[in-house]
């Protein structure tokens, strides 16, 4: 079955400093891949995503690049900022079935320090 | 344009009491999803509906169920609660079309049981 192997957590950062979340997935075929984050005492919030091999998703200064050959999806953001801190999940979506449900990874919280 | 909302927002139960969850799906979303975050488990996949049916289940025993209405609001349903349903439920959206499958989330219900 589709799986998400996520780079585990806690992670605390000095703002301003490079970010990498790592995301690894087993899946066949050719998943769509997120990333959600959810700060604390909400829901989910969609970060940003990739729907085929080499698509770079980006959104408020994070990005991430759907790599087929190493089945990655790894997390980048260049300065962090204290708002950033939340706890972010890496997804799939499998391409068996349309509207499949998503597969998540574990969470990695992360605490961006002023 | 609103997003997925859900209610209640918090919820105190007692074992083997029954509860009901609700959520309306962002307007023109056939596809409705309900997750489980319970502490420790992370994002486990409960139920799938589209177009009032259910499509795909997740492992979670039949006390837990729901339905689909023809405006495609859901309602979750969880029978003789148990101590370790206390989570966060959450409700996700897309439309029911190859290529839009981009689920969206909202806030959550908080469960307690006590």
């Known amino acids: 079955g589709n799986s998400v192997t996520q780079m585990e957590g806690p992670v605390t950062l000095s703002e301003e400093a490079f970010l990498t979340i790592n995301c690894t997935y087993t899946?066949?075929?050719?998943?769509?891949l997120f990333w959600y984050v959810q700060y604390p005492g909400e829901g989910l919030q969609l970060l940003l995503k990739?729907?085929?091999?080499?698509d770079k998703g980006s959104n408020k200064g994070f990005e991430a690049t759907y790599r087929k050959e190493t089945t990655s999806f790894h997390l980048e953001k260049g300065s962090v900022q204290v708002s950033d801190s939340a706890v972010y999940f890496c997804?799939?979506?499998?391409?068996?079935?349309?509207?499949?449900?998503?597969?998540f990874g574990t969470g990695t919280r992360l605490t961006i320090i002023p | 344009e609103a997003g997925v909302t859900q209610s209640p927002t918090h919820l105190i139960k007692t074992r083997g009491q029954q509860v009901t969850l609700r959520c309306s799906p962002i307007?023109?979303?056939?596809?409705v999803y309900w997750y489980q975050q319970a502490l420790g488990l992370g994002l486990q996949f409960l139920l799938w509906?589209?177009?009032?049916?259910?499509?795909n289940r997740g492992n979670f025993p039949p006390r837990f169920s729901g339905r689909q209405f023809p405006n495609y609001s859901s309602e979750l349903n969880v029978n003789a609660l148990e101590l370790e349903d206390s989570a966060l439920y959450l409700c996700?959206?897309?439309?029911?079309?190859?290529?839009?499958?981009?689920?969206?989330f909202g806030p959550g219900t908080r469960l307690l049981v006590l």
């Open positions: 509906y589209d177009e009032g049916e259910e499509r």
């Open positions: 990739a729907t085929k091999a080499d």
């Open positions: 307007s023109g979303h056939t596809s």
């Open positions: 996700a959206s897309s439309l029911g079309q190859v290529g839009q499958e981009t689920q969206y």
């Open positions: 899946a066949t075929g050719y998943p769509s």
């Open positions: 997804a799939l979506k499998g391409s068996v079935r349309v509207n499949e449900k998503l597969t």
